[in-house]
């Protein structure tokens, strides 16, 4: 059935080289939206169903055999742009140029090059504009061009991605795939530019939405990238003031009375954005945290170690007390 399979995802070779299909190279577009075509129901965009992770890898490999033959990345990006964007496209055609993308962006030029190919917007579009799997996968598109990308970012920024992806945040229903990927896309848009992290926490109700995200009633991974921006914002020295790392030792307290239902991870990061905020606004922190801290490092004693837990927990929570116990 895999070789049934693999034979529509190849294209017929080529009888020398030709302008127009050689960017392509190896990947036939038909057969690729032939097998997307099936995570369909032809009802719906709402509809569009998500490839279990077998058919995805074996999607993924598929691609890698083909991509092995391409020349010119950016001109295959091109032609997933035109696809996305074209009159008569459809849910077939969109993910299967978005699946095409994602692989393009393992190349640091394409992501580079994004918006000098007229690609970001478009691709913004579809997030603004399509609901179900096509925002999802688009959403995660975004966050993996913007991340570490300081040109992508301010054309991001340009083009309105901050309030778009925070309009994403607010209005999605909480614990949602949707309101997690725009959180995430919004956090890649404006980390480590300190100009946008402010313009976010002060014009655009970042400060608000941040404490928002960290409701107990939030997804936990959510609530764990809120609070790992949270850490970020302190730690560049430019952004985070008292008064909004005030606000958000208030939201954290409650979490860290509930740490123990909570992996490692999770607990290490809620503890030091709690040291975090604490060292920023020792003055104005709210007693409940130091409260929580003292309860949680109470509760710990003589727990049983855990496999990989190195203690990172417990000295961030001792560090938040003596943060907030001054000099």
Same mark, same amino acid.
């Given at each position: 059935?895999?070789?049934?399979?693999?034979?529509?995802?190849?294209?017929?070779?080529?009888?020398?080289?030709?302008?127009?299909?050689?960017?392509?190279?190896?990947?036939? +577009?038909?057969?690729?939206?032939? +097998?997307?075509?099936?995570?369909?129901?032809?009802?719906?965009?709402?509809?569009?169903?998500?490839?279990?992770?077998?058919?995805?890898?074996?999607?993924?490999?598929?691609?890698?055999?083909?991509?092995?033959?391409?020349?010119?990345?950016?001109?295959?990006?091109?032609?997933?742009?035109?696809?996305?964007?074209?009159?008569?496209?459809?849910?077939?055609?969109?993910?299967?140029?978005?699946?095409?993308?994602?692989?393009?962006?393992?190349?640091?030029?394409?992501?580079?090059?994004?918006?000098?190919?007229?690609?970001?917007?478009?691709?913004?579009?579809?997030?603004?504009?399509?609901?179900?799997?096509?925002?999802?996968?688009?959403?995660?598109?975004?966050?993996?061009?913007?991340?570490?990308?300081?040109?992508?970012?301010? $054309?991001?920024?340009?083009?309105?991605?901050?309030?778009?992806?925070?309009?994403?945040?607010?209005?999605?229903?909480?614990?949602?795939?949707?309101?997690?990927?725009?959180?995430?896309?919004?956090?890649?848009?404006?980390?480590?530019?300190?100009?946008?992290?402010? $313009?976010?926490?002060?014009?655009?109700?970042?400060?608000?939405?941040?404490?928002?995200?960290?409701?107990?009633?939030?997804?936990?991974?959510?609530?764990?990238?809120?609070?790992?921006?949270?850490?970020?914002?302190?730690?560049?020295?430019?952004?985070? *003031?008292?008064?909004?790392?005030?606000?958000?030792?208030?939201?954290?307290?409650?979490?860290?009375?509930?740490?123990?239902?909570?992996?490692? *991870?999770?607990?290490?990061?809620?503890?030091?954005?709690?040291?975090?905020?604490?060292?920023?606004?020792?003055?104005?922190?709210? $007693?409940?945290?130091?409260?929580?801290?003292?309860?949680?490092?109470? $509760?710990?004693?003589?727990?049983?170690?855990?496999?990989?837990?190195?203690?990172?927990?417990?000295?961030?929570?001792?560090?938040?007390?003596?943060?907030?116990?001054?000099?």
């Amino acid at each position: 059935l895999k070789q049934a399979r693999a034979h529509h995802l190849r294209a017929p070779s080529l009888p020398g080289p030709h302008p127009a299909r050689r960017a392509m190279a190896n990947i036939n +577009w038909p057969g690729l939206m032939a +097998w997307s075509t099936q995570y369909h129901d032809g009802t719906a965009p709402s509809n569009f169903q998500v490839m279990s992770q077998e058919d995805r890898e074996f999607l993924e490999k598929a691609l890698e055999e083909a991509f092995g033959q391409i020349e010119d990345p950016n001109k295959v990006l091109m032609e997933c742009i035109d696809k996305v964007r074209a009159e008569d496209r459809t849910d077939e055609s969109i993910v299967t140029a978005l699946e095409v993308i994602d692989r393009l962006c393992d190349d640091p030029d394409v992501a580079r090059n994004i918006e000098k190919l007229d690609g970001l917007q478009p691709l913004l579009d579809l997030a603004r504009d399509r609901g179900g799997s096509i925002r999802s996968r688009t959403l995660e598109i975004l966050a993996l061009l913007f991340s570490n990308n300081p040109n992508i970012q301010e $054309a991001g920024v340009k083009r309105g991605a901050m309030r778009m992806f925070r309009d994403l945040t607010q209005e999605s229903p909480r614990g949602s795939d949707d309101r997690s990927k725009a959180f995430r896309a919004l956090v890649a848009l404006v980390r480590q530019l300190p100009a946008h992290e402010a $313009a976010l926490l002060r014009s655009e109700g970042g400060d608000a939405l941040l404490v928002d995200l960290l409701d107990p009633a939030e997804d936990a991974r959510t609530r764990e990238k809120a609070a790992s921006f949270i850490v970020s914002l302190a730690c560049n020295g430019e952004t985070l *003031q008292p008064e909004e790392a005030a606000a958000f030792a208030a939201a954290l307290a409650p979490l860290l009375l509930a740490l123990g239902d909570e992996g490692i *991870q999770y607990r290490e990061t809620l503890s030091a954005c709690a040291l975090e905020v604490a060292r920023v606004a020792r003055a104005q922190c709210p $007693a409940a945290l130091a409260d929580a801290a003292q309860a949680r490092l109470k $509760a710990r004693e003589g727990a049983p170690p855990e496999e990989g837990d190195d203690g990172n927990e417990e000295a961030a929570l001792k560090a938040c007390l003596d943060a907030l116990r001054g000099p």
